[in-house]
């Protein structure tokens, strides 16, 4: 006798440590589903392969070693217990549908694992303006703390880069706003200019910080708020330095600038006297 398994009004799908293979990238996920209510709560840890080229264009990738992927496992599990990305995706996904888009907010969306706990209220960012250029757009979102010496520091070179702009979506929390205990979204709109060779890079932001029920910012808004980095880019930039396993993702045609976006968030929730680190 066949048996079919179906979805009913409490049915929760969990997976630890499944491993998905994208291209150069083999992805460890740890993640629950409340098929319902569309409520996933999910973490990564990525691995690249390296990719080797025969002569003949034939190409193999090396894989992970039993030791990769138990530390990566061990990361990404880490990750959900301390900083779970959780957001609303579709009710009642099929299982490709489920990691289709974990993976997709990986690149485009929350990234591989949730802000850091905000214990504190924050002030909506204003929008002081400036000219606003041609410089690339990204959607990305979050990696460890990157270098933080800078006593050789090239600001010369630095400063003839071309300015790229990043949108980085926060996980939703609940938060005091106007009185209120409510959701509340956070995003921030990054520009930066780096050097590749040496990871070297200046940035600054504004963020955006409103109830979740006012749903996604116009385009109108968007611009306004990186007409704001923008300005703050030129008048008081942050400098760090991207760590060496990922500066690769400041070149012009890099497919992704992933990791960069993880390190320079990581970096802005540093908070200095209790405040954003989102200009000098």
Request: aromatic share 10%.
């Amino acid at each position: 006798m066949s048996l079919t398994s179906y979805y009913g009004p409490s049915t929760v799908i969990t997976e630890q440590g499944v491993w998905v293979a994208d291209g150069t990238r083999r992805i460890c996920l740890f993640y629950t589903y409340e098929t319902s209510t569309g409520i996933m709560k999910y973490a990564a840890c990525v691995f690249r392969c390296e990719r080797l080229e025969s002569g003949d264009g034939q190409y193999a990738y090396i894989e992970p070693t039993t030791k990769q992927m138990v530390a990566h496992s061990q990361t990404a599990r880490r990750r959900f217990e301390m900083r779970p990305v959780i957001f609303q995706s579709k009710p009642d996904m099929t299982y490709e549908e489920i990691i289709k888009i974990i993976r997709h907010e990986m690149c485009h969306g929350y990234g591989v694992k949730g802000t850091r706990v905000l214990n504190q209220k924050f002030e909506d960012e204003g929008f002081d303006c400036s000219g606003i250029d041609d410089s690339e757009h990204e959607f990305l979102t979050d990696s460890e703390t990157a270098e933080d010496s800078y006593s050789d520091f090239d600001w010369e070179k630095v400063v003839t880069k071309p300015t790229r702009q990043i949108r980085y979506i926060g996980t939703t929390s609940v938060e005091s706003y106007q009185g209120e205990k409510i959701p509340v979204d956070r995003e921030f709109f990054i520009a930066l200019k780096g050097v590749k060779k040496t990871g070297e890079i200046i940035y600054a932001a504004a963020v955006s910080r409103r109830p979740s029920y006012m749903g996604v910012l116009d385009d109108d808004t968007v611009r306004e708020h990186f007409k704001t980095a923008l300005a703050r880019l030129e008048k008081a930039p942050v400098a760090m330095v991207i760590s060496k396993e990922f500066k690769h993702q400041l070149k012009s045609n890099s497919p992704h600038r992933e990791d960069v976006t993880y390190e320079i968030i990581d970096n802005i929730m540093t908070k200095p006297g209790g405040r954003y680190l989102i200009k000098a």
